[in-house]
C-alpha cells in the first residue's frame, strides 16, 4: 500500500490550494479515503473522509466545513482536498489516509 501526498505549498491567507493523494497497492474504490492535518505543537486532528464511491462526504465541523472540499477519482485512484478561503490557522501538514495506512504528508504554509 502506497499513499503519496502532493499540492502543499505557501499560500497567502484567502487563496486555495488542492491536494492530492495518489493510492496504489489496494482496491482504490473499495475504501473509505480520509485526510488528516497536524499543526506545529498540536495533535493529528481529522478533515473529512469520502466513501468509496465518492457519493458520500464528510467534514469536521466548524473548522474546514464550507471551505474545505473532499473529491476522489476512483479510476485515478486518487483522493482530493480541495482547500479555499485558507486562513493561517489552516498551516499545518495535511496527510491522507485509508485503512492503516498514511501517506508522508504535503506541507501547507498559509501566511502573507
Known amino acids: 500500500v502506497q499513499l503519496v501526498e502532493s499540492g502543499g505549498g505557501l499560500v497567502q491567507p484567502g487563496g486555495s490550494l488542492r491536494l492530492s493523494c495518489a493510492a496504489s497497492?489496494?482496491?482504490?474504490?473499495?475504501?473509505?479515503m480520509s485526510w488528516y492535518r497536524q499543526a506545529p505543537g498540536k495533535e493529528r486532528e481529522w478533515v473529512g473522509s469520502?466513501?468509496?464511491?465518492?457519493?458520500?462526504?464528510?467534514s469536521a465541523d466548524s473548522a474546514v466545513k464550507g471551505r474545505f472540499t473532499i473529491s476522489r477519482d476512483n479510476a485515478k485512484m486518487t483522493v482530493y482536498l480541495q482547500m479555499n478561503s485558507l486562513k493561517p490557522e489552516d498551516t499545518a501538514v495535511y496527510y491522507c489516509?485509508?485503512?492503516?495506512?498514511w501517506g508522508q504528508g504535503t506541507q501547507v504554509t498559509v501566511s502573507s
Open positions: 489516509r485509508t485503512m492503516n495506512y
Open positions: 469520502i466513501s468509496s464511491t465518492g457519493r458520500g462526504t464528510t
Open positions: 497497492g489496494f482496491t482504490f474504490s473499495s475504501v473509505v
